[in-house]
């Protein structure tokens, strides 16, 4: 499966999630996404998406907000710990999104999700509630994370 990865705000490509889940077999896209400029972020993110076309698009804090921005018709997403309040100006997600999130998250308020979620008409069951923080990179939420991907991919294909 072929996965747009964009990081957080003061991240790289490269990173621990990034890693974990191509050590599974997994083709990433890791655009290097500017800091300073947002509107540059998603203007980046949207030229490596149209020429790469992946199956999933998962977004890391910032990159959350990124991926919210983008233009991707039914691929389906990932977020971690979205931080769309913050940046960008998408208030709503679409249907089969799923969000990983910790309540202990020092950087985005757990809480954000939940709104982003009233936002969008969708239940809690699209929030996954996992990890002791907001990098979300210990052992239990890259293993929720790598099954998040997977699943959003199996129920985006049509079925035979």
Known sequence: ??????HGWNSVPGGVKPVFIASHGHDLIQ??????????AVHL????????????????????????SLSIGSTPMVLLCPAWKRWGSSATIKPGTLILHSRQDEVIPFEDS???????????????????????ADAEPLQALLTAVESVYANSRPRV
């Open 1 to 6: 499966m072929r996965i747009l990865h964009l």
């Open 114 to 136: 939940l709104e982003l979620l009233r936002n969008s008409g969708l239940t809690e069951s699209s929030l996954i509630v996992v990890g002791t923080d907001h990098r979300l």
């Open 45 to 68: 993110a949207q030229a490596e998406y149209d020429k790469h076309l992946p199956d999933v698009v998962v977004g890391s804090s910032r990159g959350g907000a990124v991926a919210m």
């Open 31 to 40: 655009p290097a996404l500017p800091d300073d400029d947002f509107t540059a």
